[in-house]
């Protein structure tokens, strides 16, 4: 089990959180585009998860929340990112 430290909140009630949290992972542009050609090979979530290491869920999301009528598009993705002009 973790260092767990206490912090106080606003409210005077004491919360806790785990020193050891695991960061958040970002995909690379080139494990987008690796998604993209695992699931055009029909490969399952949870291999391309095992083969980028990264938890299935993360996997899912990213297929979920970048998916349009014509399947994962990873350029799009890349495009959406992208600040624009001002």
């Known amino acids: 089990m973790g260092i767990v430290s206490s912090i106080q909140p606003a409210k005077g009630r004491p919360c806790t959180t785990r020193s050891n949290a695991k ?3 970002q995909l690379s542009q080139a494990e987008q585009y690796q998604i993209s050609a695992l699931l055009q090979i029909q490969q399952t979530q949870t291999i ?3 083969i980028l290491g990264v938890h299935k869920t993360m ?3 990213e297929v979920q929340q970048n998916q349009g ?3 994962y ?3 799009q993705v890349q495009l ?3 600040p624009g002009p001002y």
Do not use: V, Y
Request: net charge positive.
């Open 73 to 75: 598009r990873p350029h």
């Open 59 to 61: 996997i899912g999301r």
């Open 80 to 82: 959406a990112c992208q």
């Open 69 to 71: 009528r014509r399947g």
């Open 23 to 25: 960061t958040l992972h």
């Open 48 to 50: 391309i998860a095992q």
